[in-house]
């Protein structure tokens, strides 16, 4: 995924919360992902940690704090 685009995500979430993307202190993913450029661009430009999970580690996550998962998530 391209820098462009996570960016703006991150943007419209913390607009969305009242925040901006000061806010954010770490970007958390899964370990599939840990060479992705764009996670690691957007993590150098805000200047912010990054930590990946083992999918086993994200579903304990997802079932202790309730989160939605997305059809696309679930199937990938």
Do not use: H
């Amino acid at each position: 995924m391209e820098k462009e685009i996570i960016l703006d995500a991150l943007f419209d979430a913390t607009k969305k919360i009242g925040k901006d993307l000061s806010f954010i202190n770490l970007i958390a993913s899964t370990i599939v992902k840990q060479d992705e450029k764009g996670i690691l661009d957007v993590a150098n430009e805000l200047n912010i940690d990054t930590r990946f999970f083992s999918n086993e580690e994200l579903q304990k996550k997802i079932e202790e704090y309730n989160l939605n998962e997305s059809e696309f998530v679930k199937k990938n």
